[in-house]
């Protein structure tokens, strides 16, 4: 079974600064998928980045970025010039082929005025 | 275009009782799958639905089940309700058949047991 490490349960970032989420996963596959996820206290879960991982190159969204390693199997999430719409809940996700998600712990993040 | 819809948005029962939860996806998705959300855990999978089957099953009892519509809409169905099934339950929609498909979700029903 695919599992799924968010070693921080809670971030606290200053407005503008940067900010950056920790994400394990545990597979023996080659061919997957990585999300990350933003839960704001609305529930809607959205959307963040997404990492296909035979693409070596990480993947970006605006201020959104990733650093993944694949040997080290890790999957990380930069957020730069972070903005007060940012505090929300952020969740890991690895996904192989066309099935389900599977979610690490999630991470809080604050981000201070 | 309307997204993940899901309805009720919040619902109270008692322990032992039935609930039906209902979902409809995305415009063009074929593909649900159900997701509970503890309080303060990430989500986890239930099942999941393709061309009104049941695909792929989380490790969840059986009193847990499901149903898909041929217009693509979804039903979790949970009886013999136990307070421990209070939780968020997430509806994702997705077009199957490619795995780097993105699952897009509903903002969830939120079920309270007594």
């Known amino acids: 079974a695919q599992t799924v490490t968010q070693s921080q349960p809670e971030m606290s970032v200053q407005e503008a600064e940067t900010v950056t989420l920790s994400c394990t996963y545990d597979t023996s596959e080659s061919d997957y998928y990585l999300f990350w996820y933003k839960q704001p206290p609305s529930r809607q879960m959205i959307l963040v980045i997404r990492q296909e991982a035979y693409k070596q190159q990480n993947a970006t969204e605006n201020r959104f970025s990733v650093n993944f390693q694949k040997a080290a199997k890790s999957f990380s999430l930069k957020i730069s010039d972070s903005q007060l719409g940012d505090a929300a809940m952020y969740f890991c996700?690895?996904?192989?082929?066309?099935?389900?998600?599977?979610f690490g712990a999630g991470t809080t993040v604050t981000v201070r005025a | 275009d309307a997204g993940v819809t899901q309805s009720p948005t919040h619902l109270i029962k008692t322990r032992g009782q039935q609930v039906t939860l209902r979902c409809s996806p995305k415009s063009g998705h074929d593909t649900v799958s159900w997701y509970q959300q503890a309080l303060g855990q990430g989500p986890q999978f239930i099942f999941q639905y393709y061309e009104e089957e049941e695909r792929q099953r989380g490790n969840f009892p059986d009193r847990f089940s499901g149903h898909q519509f041929p217009n693509y809409s979804s039903e979790l169905n949970v009886n013999a309700l136990l307070l421990g099934d209070s939780a968020l339950y997430l509806c994702a929609s997705n077009v199957g058949g490619v795995g780097k498909n993105i699952q897009y979700f509903g903002a969830g029903t939120r079920l309270s047991v007594l």
């Open positions: 996700a690895y996904r192989e082929s066309d099935y389900k998600l599977s």
